[in-house]
């Protein structure tokens, strides 16, 4: 996954970053599928309104990754670390610590390095 920087640069984020970008909307769409299939056939009304609802979570999650990439990469805006991030935010990239104060640093270090 790459990313635009106001400079016309590119960072590149690990593939764990990637996969959360991705699990956003695959859960709601795992979700969904699940309950459409375990969904009646004497029932499609039920099941559309179902999947209806589940499309418009997964539209929601994915424009929150969106707008969570934007600001924090493109803008930033560190704060939406605070109002995001779990405290117990685990990183999958095994050079990177666990938490938020330590993705916060993680950022920091990728705007000192592609915006100097």
Request: no cysteine.
């Amino acid at each position: 996954m790459a990313i635009r920087l106001r400079r016309a640069r590119t960072v590149r984020l690990s593939l764990a970053a990637a996969v959360v970008a991705g699990i956003a909307a695959m859960s709601t769409t795992a979700a969904s599928a699940s309950a459409t299939s375990a969904a009646n056939a004497a029932q499609p009304a039920v099941a559309s309104a179902s999947q209806q609802a589940a499309d418009r979570q997964a539209q929601a999650n994915k424009q929150l990754v969106l707008y969570f990439n934007d600001q924090l990469f493109n803008d930033d805006n560190l704060s939406v670390i605070d109002k995001y991030v779990s405290p117990d935010y685990t990183q999958h990239n095994p050079t990177a610590a666990n938490g938020p104060d330590a993705l916060r640093q993680l950022v920091i270090q990728l705007h000192a390095l592609f915006r100097s």
